[in-house]
């Protein structure tokens, strides 16, 4: 499936990356693989922030790439969280992506050096021209210590292979803004927001709570793209507690707690990553509970 500015929409998980003794474990992997497709997610968009790409080596980083997109052909679309601080670093991972049959990339604002808005474009500009890919712009000011303005975003949706933006600043001012100036997808990357992005124009979301509850996170946006707001609503309210609760400490730390819970994976984090304060995975148990996702 070739993704376009027109067609990239629908709940699309931010996937986590399952460890077992300090290594990728390919066998939880592909037990999460196949509860989204029996679960409809749209798409799937490993090696992100959730994805734990930072403490990845870039073999690592390749191989889930390599696994997911394999074991994804001809089944969902799949973009790759290829993104880096360092321009030429991130090449190689997009170009592998290419190579391995990626559908799109999911890139993030380079994090730390805090570009200016002219580095931000020509960091964009130097890797969509390098690699003829899909793009998705990912702005996540929280984690990166920079925002890509709405007129940088509008210069760059000039570039025919930028189809998209993940939005994640929190701002539906700064959403609103993009979608008045360029016709690029805007994708919510704010599971709290969500539905609010939506109704300013969003087709879709790289969600968090997809990963534990993807059958609601897909019928919500659903229902929303198909002019069912009453449902779309409902649905919103029902997530809503787990779209707190799963930033009740940095994410991917609540995912994969509650992922090990479910059975799922074995929760297994990586340096400077740890386990939840006890206080704070209590508060995730019961609301698990609560959304029927674990026992009573």
Known sequence: MKL???????????????????KVDEKALKRLLDFHLE????VIVPCGTTGEATTMSHEEHKGVISFVTDYMKSKLPVICGAGSNCTEEAVPLLQHAKKKGADGVLIVTPYYNRPTQ??????????????????????????????????????????PNIIGIKE??????????????????????????????????ATGVISVVANVAPKQEHDMVAAYLHGDIATARELHYELFELSKVLFIE???????????????????MRLPLCEMKPENKKELLRALRKAGLIKK
Do not use: W
């Open 4 to 22: 376009t500015r027109k067609n990239l929409k629908g709940s699309m998980v931010a996937l986590v990356t399952p460890l077992r003794g300090g």
């Open 39 to 42: 679960n409809e997610t749209d």
């Open 118 to 159: 002219e580095g931000l474009y020509r960091h964009y500009e130097f890797l969509a021209k390098k690699v003829d890919i899909p793009i998705v712009v990912y702005n996540v000011p929280a984690r990166t210590g920079v925002s890509i303005a709405p007129e940088t975003v509008a210069r760059l949706a000039k570039i």
């Open 168 to 201: 994640a600043s929190g701002s539906l001012e700064q959403a609103s803004r993009i979608v008045s100036l360029c016709d690029l997808a805007l994708i919510s990357g704010e599971d709290s927001l969500t539905l609010p992005l939506l109704s300013i124009g």
């Open 250 to 268: 940095t994410n991917p730390i609540p995912v994969k707690t509650a992922l090990a819970a479910m059975g799922m994976i074995s929760g297994e």
